[in-house]
């Protein structure tokens, strides 16, 4: 096993997606003077998006050892990167314009989950710019896997809150949009 810590490592395109993001969801809040979370969810769902950011910050942590790929699988993994990003960046700021209600607007006409499409592009982008078929590749691998499990868990327990809050129409929205972009 050959560990590279260093700068120009994966985890710098982990940490700039969370910055950006984190960014995109701070300016929106402020532009519709309000959070775009659900406020105030219930214990198991805060616990879900609890562990869904342990195993993010997890995943930073193992990518500081894993660098950079070149060529053809460094511009293949930046262009998932980028389109998951794009996606992301794309539904957190669609709720600039949204007051209250159910966000069906832009992104949200072709995924009920948009922004954990994008998340999930994102990383695996992240996985491919810097593959190598190393442990520590499986290892990020495995935290993506688990990453995934958990934000489908998420998933469905905010779908059957916004179904207690939103009834008919979430209903009718769940049945005309996809949960993620093809199923």
Request: hydrophobic share 45%; with cysteine; charged share 15%.
């Amino acid at each position: 096993m050959d560990l590279h810590p260093g700068i120009l490592n994966t985890w710098l395109l982990l940490l700039l997606y969370h910055m950006i993001t984190w960014t995109a969801y701070i300016l929106a809040g402020n532009k519709r003077r309000s959070s775009i979370e659900t406020p105030d969810p219930p214990q198991a769902l805060r616990s879900s998006g609890r562990a869904t950011m342990a195993l993010s910050v997890l995943m930073i942590i193992v990518s500081i050892i894993i660098p950079m790929s070149r060529g053809v699988q460094l511009s293949a993994g930046l262009l998932i990167y980028g389109t998951g990003l794009g996606i992301s960046l794309s539904a957190i700021l669609s709720f600039m314009h949204l007051t209250d209600g159910l966000n069906t607007a832009g992104m949200y006409r072709f995924s009920r989950n948009p922004m954990y499409v994008g998340s999930f592009l994102a990383f695996t982008g992240t996985a491919v710019c810097g593959f190598r078929g190393d442990p520590q590749n499986a290892v990020f691998l495995a935290l993506l896997l688990a990453w995934a499990i958990s934000i489908h868990r998420t998933v469905a327990m905010e779908e059957s809150l916004l179904s207690s809050i939103h009834g008919e129409k979430f209903e009718r929205y769940r049945s005309e949009v996809p949960r993620y972009f093809i199923i």
